[in-house]
């Protein structure tokens, strides 16, 4: 049974919501702080929580070789393991898979792979990554095992690694069944083709899942190129259910992708940006090493209603950045995900005043203009 979907605002294509989990509520567009080995780099639940963000995601291909998926079903699933009791989105590990494993050899029926710890073998299929994130770690919302497609890519092999994903779907589906607490979101694909794209949601939609992601972005094909996907794929998905860019990205990104359509994002970059020197602002991102802070008194960012970005001066951060004091990474990362929340909520409320555009215009001047 999908989660109820309720659109309570629009502005243009852009939609705010509010998605209803058993475990809470998701307000949409919404941002996913990502959870890569049971935890948000650096900081702890309370603080992800008290930062604004209503659910994590989950990797399963990083649980499952540590510590295991079977562990933590035995220490109770993945929300009492990780003490986060909202929401948890897991990927399908199919990315990772790819990206960071050994020797990986693709097949119909999966893909058998060495593990980039230890060099273990390990086979994963469409029927193994639901059984991992549903059945396991318990997801609330766990994702059709796909292939991401490389870029750049030729049409021809686009349209197989597509057709490839969505046999899978069908196989995830299956093996999903129908769940009472619990939603399987599809997956579309297709790369930068338009007739690919059509035709991958044409039969996502047409399989049937309680969410729909657009995946192949955030992969190399630049701004632009992204921009274009989206300017027409959220139009093939149902207008009723929660559309989600998987690996996305920077506010810009985000605030592009929501005018265009898109309900809900994941992305490293707030806590990787934090553990490398980094504070996220409507101005764009901002180094903490450079000398230009090293007697500035102002706090991180006063606007954002954190304790990292409001207690702490930047000449102060600069210096544990310098001493690589782990404080440092922890602040800065605390304080990202807090922007970012902060600016998914003001997301929320422009689209709900019918100020999207005034909201998109400002970030993009103050982008070109940086810090002052």
């Excluded at 948000?40 to 291909?61: E, F, H, P, R």
């Excluded at 750049?152 to 092999?157: E, F, L, N, Q």
């Excluded at 619990?182 to 049937?208: C, H, M, P, W």
């Excluded at 422009?350 to 002052?372: F, V, Y």
């Amino acid at each position: 049974m999908s989660f109820a979907f309720d659109i309570i605002g629009t502005d243009g294509k852009a939609r705010t919501g509010v998605l209803r989990t058993s475990r809470g509520d998701i307000r949409t567009p919404a941002f996913m702080p990502v959870g890569t080995a049971g935890t948000v780099k650096a900081l702890t639940m309370d603080q992800v929580k008290g930062a604004g963000s209503d659910i994590i995601l989950g990797n399963t291909y990083h649980l499952m070789l540590r510590p295991g998926a079977e562990r933590i079903h035995n220490l109770g699933g993945l929300h009492k393991f990780s003490t986060w009791q909202g929401p948890i989105l897991t990927d399908s590990g199919g990315f990772q898979v790819f990206s960071l494993s050994q020797l990986a050899k693709k097949s119909e029926q999966g893909v058998i792979f060495q593990s980039h710890i230890d060099g273990s073998s390990h086979n994963l299929t469409a029927e193994r990554s639901i059984e991992i994130q549903a059945d396991l770690l318990g997801a609330d919302i766990s994702m059709q095992f796909d292939e991401c497609t490389e870029h750049p890519v030729t049409h021809d092999a686009a349209q197989a690694s597509m057709g490839l994903s969505l046999r899978w779907g069908e196989r995830s589906k299956t093996a999903f069944g129908t769940r009472q607490s619990q939603n399987l979101f599809g997956i579309v694909q297709g790369s930068t083709y338009a007739d690919l794209r059509e035709q991958s949601a044409a039969e996502v939609v047409k399989q049937g899942f309680d969410g729909y992601a657009i995946g192949g972005l955030a992969v190399g094909e630049g701004f632009e190129a992204m921009c274009e996907v989206l300017n027409y794929t959220p139009d093939f998905l149902p207008v009723n259910r929660p559309r989600y860019l998987m690996g996305v990205g920077r506010p810009l990104d985000i605030i592009e992708s929501v005018v265009r359509g898109v309900d809900m994002f994941d992305c490293v970059m707030p806590t990787r940006a934090g553990r490398h020197g980094q504070a996220w602002s409507d101005y764009g991102a901002f180094n903490l090493k450079n000398a230009r802070f090293r007697d500035d008194p102002l706090p991180l960012l006063a606007e954002i209603d954190c304790p990292a970005s409001q207690d702490y001066c930047r000449a102060y951060i600069h210096h544990l950045v310098k001493c690589n004091e782990p404080l440092a990474a922890i602040l800065l990362s605390w304080h990202n995900i807090s922007y970012y929340q902060n600016l998914m909520a003001r997301i929320r409320s422009a689209i709900l005043a019918g100020k999207l555009d005034d909201l998109r215009l400002e970030l993009i001047e103050k982008t070109t203009i940086g810090l002052p």
